[in-house]
């Protein structure tokens, strides 16, 4: 999956933190929601504006990052 298909990052929405196209919704936002005992089916019902392709593109976005992170000792 290209997550880039389905975030953006523009420093007018949100502050440049990466969102959903088209919505205010953060990838950060969606990553709280799991993360809280949220469902993909919960999250899909409370935001319509949402589908299961958007949940999955949040979770590669954040797991590609995680692999990007570089380590700087101190």
């Known amino acids: 999956m290209n997550a880039s298909t389905y975030i953006s990052?523009?420093?007018?929405?949100?502050?440049?933190?990466?969102?959903?196209?088209?919505?205010?919704?953060?990838?950060?936002?969606?990553?709280?929601?799991?993360?809280s005992g949220m469902s993909e089916e919960e999250i899909l019902v409370d935001f319509p504006q949402l589908k299961t392709e958007h949940i999955r593109a949040a979770l590669a976005f954040a797991a590609d990052r995680e692999t990007t992170i570089k380590l700087v000792a101190a």
């Open 9 to 35: 990052i523009d420093p007018n929405i949100r502050f440049g933190k990466p969102c959903i196209k088209g919505t205010r919704i953060a990838v950060s936002d969606i990553l709280q929601w799991l993360a």
